[in-house]
C-alpha cells in the first residue's frame, strides 16, 4: 500500500535571558515510538488538512508548552492566492527536514518564533521544558547530537549558525 508523508511544523522558540539568547526544549514523549522517548525536541505537530501552517504552530505549541505565539518569522511576507475553489498559502520556513527511513514518515517546516506567556506545568506529549542558551544548544549539537530528535539535529546546527 502507497505511503505518504505527513506534513507538520516546527518552532524556535527564541527568549531573551539576562541579555542571553535562549531557545525552548522538551523532551519527547510519544506513545507510538516509546524508544524516542526522552529524546531533546523543539515544540512541533501535525498539520490538519486545509490548515494555515502559521495556525498550526500556533495551536501546536499553545497545547504542548501552553505558551502563546505573537511573531513567527516570515509569516508577513507569506502570500496568500485565492483562485475559484482555492485558497493557497506560500510561505517560507527557517528550515524543512524529511524522514527518509524510521517509524514516521514525516515532513517538519520549522519556523523561528517569539512567545508570551507560562510554561505548562504538564503536557502528556512533552516534559522537562526548559530555556537553553545557544551556547548549551551547540555542546548539545556538537558533543550529544544522539541525544537530540534526529529531525532537528541539523535545523538546530543552521540556527546556531546563523546566530553566532
Known amino acids: 500500500m502507497e505511503q505518504f508523508s505527513i506534513p507538520g511544523v516546527g518552532g524556535i522558540i527564541e527568549k531573551g535571558i539576562d541579555g542571553i539568547k535562549h531557545i525552548l526544549v522538551q523532551a519527547r514523549v510519544k506513545a507510538e515510538a516509546p524508544h524516542e522517548n526522552g529524546l531533546i525536541e523543539i515544540p512541533a505537530g501535525k498539520i490538519r488538512a486545509f490548515e494555515c501552517i502559521f495556525d498550526t504552530l500556533r495551536r501546536e505549541i499553545k497545547e504542548e508548552t501552553g505558551l502563546e505565539v505573537i511573531e513567527i ?82 535545523t538546530l546546527k543552521k540556527y546556531i549558525g546563523t546566530c553566532g
Not at 94 to 104: E, M, R, T, V
Not at 121 to 127: A, G, M, P, R, V
Open 73 to 154: 518569522m516570515g509569516e508577513n511576507a507569506s502570500k496568500v492566492y485565492e483562485s475559484d475553489s482555492y485558497k493557497v498559502v506560500n510561505f517560507m520556513p527557517f528550515s524543512c527536514s524529511q524522514n527518509l527511513i524510521g517509524d514516521y514518515p514525516i515532513m517538519v517546516f520549522v519556523f523561528i518564533c517569539r512567545v508570551r506567556g507560562e510554561l505548562l506545568s504538564f503536557s502528556d506529549e512533552s516534559q522537562d521544558y526548559r530555556w537553553v542558551s545557544l551556547s548549551e544548544v551547540k555542546r548539545m549539537v556538537e558533543d550529544a547530537p544522539q541525544s537530540l530528535y534526529p529531525m532537528h539535529v541539523d
